[in-house]
């Protein structure tokens, strides 16, 4: 299967404190994406990283990629109570990168 | 600006009854476009894409068809809903020169 995954499943911290959730893939990749859901709702992009990209900031939003692990991570800094969502990550699938191959998600709960 | 729309937001049909879902985009042409369903705390299922009018891939074998009669309608079907249809219907889109994708709100669907 070229599912990711990702970990942990579920999450929960304090508000101010930072989240950090990993993904893992299994085929080589030129792009990979993270997505937010909240709960009930559609999902939302957030940041897309580049095969020849290590790092990505967006906001309080840092992305990293590793290729040779074949994982990336996703921190965000400074949590807030509306930071409470499902995140989600996505590569192409191999050959057809029309197609997204998802991850399971990760759960994070920001407690105020 | 682009926008996707989706309805019903929610839907509750008996076992055996048809279904018909339906996604339209606004604000662009030509998009890709995409049936996800989502179980309860679970990542995404792939059911259908579309690259153009009448164009439809099918990525699993189910009780459910798709259809895209004009360039930014895409549609779900069934004739015959089965309990296991239950779940969280996503449409989505992207431009072939992007690699995001943009979801619509979604549509809770229960079976009974």
């Known amino acids: 299967s070229q599912q990711g995954e990702e970990d942990p499943q579920a999450l929960s911290i304090q508000e101010g404190e930072n989240a950090t959730m990993n993904c893992s893939y299994k085929?080589?990749?030129?792009?990979l994406q993270w997505y937010r859901q909240n709960s009930g709702r559609g999902l939302v992009h957030l940041i897309l990283?580049?095969?020849n990209e290590r790092e990505k900031h967006s906001g309080r939003l840092r992305v990293t990629l590793d290729t040779s692990k074949k994982s990336s991570s996703l921190l965000i800094t400074a949590s807030r109570a509306a930071d409470t969502a499902s995140y989600f990550c996505a590569t192409p699938y191999a050959g057809n990168n029309r197609k997204l191959i998802w991850g399971l998600g990760t759960s994070l709960a920001v407690n105020p | 600006s682009q926008t996707i729309h989706q309805w019903p937001a929610t839907l509750v049909q008996p076992v055996g009854s048809p279904l018909s879902l339906e996604c339209t985009v606004e604000?662009?042409?030509?998009?890709?476009l995409y049936w996800y369903r989502q179980a309860a705390g679970r990542g995404l299922q792939l059911l259908f894409y579309?690259?153009?009018?009448?164009?439809i891939s099918s990525e699993v074998p189910q009780n459910l068809s798709a259809s895209r009669p004009q360039d930014r309608q895409f549609i779900l079907s069934s004739k015959k809903l089965l309990l296991s249809d239950s779940g969280f219907y996503l449409c989505a889109w992207r431009t072939d020169s992007n690699n995001e994708q943009f979801f619509g709100p979604g549509t809770r669907l229960t079976v009974l």
């Open positions: 579309s690259v153009g009018i009448g164009q």
């Open positions: 604000g662009t042409s030509n998009p890709n």
């Open positions: 085929t080589s990749i030129n792009n």
């Open positions: 990283i580049r095969s």
